[in-house]
């Protein structure tokens, strides 16, 4: 329900086009990495990633299960709350390598928050937490790095501008890329798994931001 409602309402709010590497492949059970912008990403990465056939389960903070509606949705799908300084954020982890191992993809935002910006400007994925390292660790999937620009002009910003830049974005339809890079398999400890990704997904998130043609200063 959730691709499909993202591939109702993306198209609506913005203009999406979608790349990927040269053989680039999404097999079933990868896990997916993508850079976390704003709260209108994860719709405009599910509707990319639909376009390509996948239909992922996602990770996302345990708070939007309080939602009504949503959490029943959320839960109905199998999509896997994270409980963040909780001591319940390993069974994250546990849900995660049970999904792939039942050949779903999964979703993951290593990052675990939105920049703090207020700005609808482009810039590099922050410092990743491990649970992705921990991830790849555990069940040595291969993992695909997708990059999103363009989010943060849909919705950033305090709660006000959130809220404006919603409203209007049917009328700016603003350009949104989605970039699919090749999947690597993670290598070293939990550390260099990290840095690992980290720039897999950065690469991914440069080549998407090339194709809004953001200034190289605010990709940099």
Known sequence: ?????????????G????TTDPGAELAPGSIIAAN?????????????LHR????????????????PLLGRALAGEGHIPVHRGDRRAAHALDAAAEALEQGRS????????LPRRTDARE???EAFR???????????????????????????GNAAKQ???????????????VHVGTPLSLAGDRAARTAQARTAVTTAWRTATAQLGEPAALAA
């Open 1 to 13: 329900m959730l691709s499909r409602l993202a591939d109702v309402l993306v198209p609506v709010a």
């Open 15 to 18: 203009r999406l086009t979608v």
């Open 36 to 48: 976390h912008t704003s709260f209108a990403d994860p719709a405009v990465v599910l509707a990319a």
């Open 52 to 67: 390509l056939g996948v239909r992922p389960v996602v990770m996302a903070a345990a708070g939007l299960w309080r939602v």
């Open 106 to 113: 999964v979703l993951i935002y290593a990052e675990g928050g």
């Open 123 to 125: 810039t590099a994925p």
């Open 130 to 156: 491990s649970g992705l390292a921990r991830l790849s660790l555990r069940t040595g999937t291969p993992v695909v790095p997708v990059g999103q620009a363009g989010a943060r002009r849909i919705i950033s």
């Open 163 to 177: 809220l404006a830049g919603l409203l209007t974005a049917p009328l700016r339809r603003p350009e949104l890329h």
